[in-house]
């Protein structure tokens, strides 16, 4: 069905049946990009099926991702299934606030990500990164996504919020991790929200433990009101009615900028040194760059311009296995999309991980070539055939220091480091709010000669 041809109006679009009481979900819980590449291929541009909570849309077009996101953005919102999972552990931190909330709260924190800031950080990137590279040894095997979520979650801590999280790292990283393990659960899909799954109860010990830790962070900015960072730009800031923010207004930003600020970075990271391992002429390239650009000497941020191969390979990793897969959306008007009536209250789905792996926009899609990301491609493509970080207003605040951050990441650990796939390792995904995989995937580190 193309994008251009939409049927009589009045129809309902194709789309898989599902099953009695647990609709669909079942399926997906067990074969989630599976049964969303599925669903493109068999129904088209747009698909529907029947939840218990509504109808569900899944939009495979880049256009129709456009009008949601961008050109009739003010007709959808996040939606209560969003809330549902997020706001155990995040609260009504900007990734899932709506309204005036989020708008006050996004143009608080956006300073933080002004160009001058980034630019800024980037020298305690490269400093966390060579300091936990300091612990590899050539020739061991290491867990290297555990690495990553340590040393990024270490970055953002200090870069965002100025706390040096040293002691706190494995609380922190245990919490999140435990509370986006529960996002995937099935029960917590289909059960209502008070009912406490042992799933539930894990991620109420994980808010414990993170409240924890934030709060002592708060406490400490506010004893030093000269301090930076986003918690002293948030205890400075008040309301239309000149309120201050509090307290748990400000942990639940704290707590979504943690979670967001390492996850993602964290994820491309890893799934780039995956994608290396399997694509070593591309490894040899990237390294040859690194040679020639950086001579030797640690990356900083006037390399990063002339490191165009790197942006490429980054740009490629978050093309096959974008770290967010999907966005969702609820209408709150009704809405023509693709000739068809998507009623208000309607769940829509756009999937990265479907669309960035469609033969129309990308030959050879399950490929790993960076070398399409030409500024003529770029051109080519469909505005919204490529959106790692979402768009339009709801366009991922952080966009621009994680671009930075796994580029230069990524340089300094393949300056120093030639990583293959242990022998056991294999890539298995589930997808939660991201795309992190069921087990570690063990690999190999050897160090370059000099």
Same mark, same amino acid.
């Given at each position: ?286 390294? =040859?760059?690194?040679? +020639?650009?950086?001579?030797?000497? *640690?990356? &900083?941020?006037?390399?990063?311009? %002339?490191?165009?191969? /790197? ?110 796939? =242990?022998?056991?390792? +294999?890539?298995?995904?589930?997808? *939660?709010? &991201?795309?992190?995989?069921?087990? %570690?995937?063990?690999? /190999? ?6």
């Amino acid at each position: 069905m193309s994008s251009d041809t939409p049927p009589a109006t009045g129809e309902t679009p194709p789309g898989p049946d599902g099953l009695p009481i647990v609709g669909t979900r079942l399926e997906f819980i067990r074969d989630p990009f599976g049964f969303i590449t599925r669903t493109a291929s068999e129904y088209g541009d747009i698909a529907h099926w029947e939840e218990l909570d509504g109808p569900m849309y899944q939009l495979n077009h880049p256009d129709y991702i456009e009008q949601v996101l961008v050109q009739n953005n003010q007709n959808y919102i996040k939606g209560e299934g969003f809330q549902h999972i997020l706001g155990p552990v995040l609260g009504n931190g900007i990734l899932n606030s709506e309204g005036a909330v989020w708008r006050r709260n996004r143009h608080l924190i956006q300073p933080a990500f002004h160009p001058k800031e980034i630019q800024r950080y980037s020298e305690m990137m490269t400093d966390f990164t060579e300091e936990a590279l300091e612990t590899w040894e050539d020739g061991e095997t290491r867990l290297v996504h555990e690495d990553m979520m340590e040393v990024t979650l270490k970055i953002v801590a200090r870069a965002l919020f100025g706390v040096d999280i040293e002691d706190e790292v494995d609380t922190i990283g245990s919490a999140l991790e435990e509370f986006m393990l529960g996002t995937e659960n099935l029960a917590n899909f289909i059960l209502p929200p008070k009912i406490p799954t042992p799933s539930r109860m894990r991620i109420k010990d994980a808010r414990e433990k993170l409240d924890g830790v934030v709060y002592r962070m708060i406490r400490e900015r506010r004893n030093d009101p000269d301090g930076e960072g986003v918690i002293s730009t948030l205890l400075s800031a008040t309301d239309e009615h000149e309120n201050p923010m509090s307290d748990e207004q400000i942990r639940d930003e704290v707590v979504t900028l943690l979670l967001a600020g390492h996850e993602t970075t964290a994820l491309s990271l890893t799934l780039t040194m995956y994608a290396l391992a399997q694509y070593p002429e591309v490894e040899t390239k990237l390294v =040859a760059e690194l040679d +020639e650009v950086l001579d030797g000497e *640690t990356p &900083t941020m006037e390399d990063v311009s %002339e490191l165009t191969y /790197t942006e490429q390979v980054v740009k490629e990793s978050m093309r096959l296995y974008p770290p967010v897969p999907g966005i969702v959306r609820e209408a709150t008007k009704p809405d023509i999309i693709g000739g068809y009536e998507i009623p208000a209250g309607a769940t829509v789905q756009m999937n990265q991980w479907v669309v960035h792996r469609d033969p129309r926009w990308y030959d050879d899609p399950l490929a790993f070539r960076p070398e399409r990301w030409t500024d003529e491609f770029e051109k080519s493509l469909p505005k919204l055939a490529y959106f790692p970080f979402a768009a339009g207003p709801r366009r991922c605040i952080g966009d621009r220091f994680a671009m930075l951050e796994a580029r230069l990441l990524l340089a300094t650990i393949y300056q120093q480091f030639h990583i293959e796939l =242990a022998p056991e390792a +294999e890539l298995d995904l589930m997808a *939660t709010i &991201t795309a992190r995989p069921k087990k %570690e995937i063990p690999m /190999t580190v050897h160090r370059r000669s000099d």
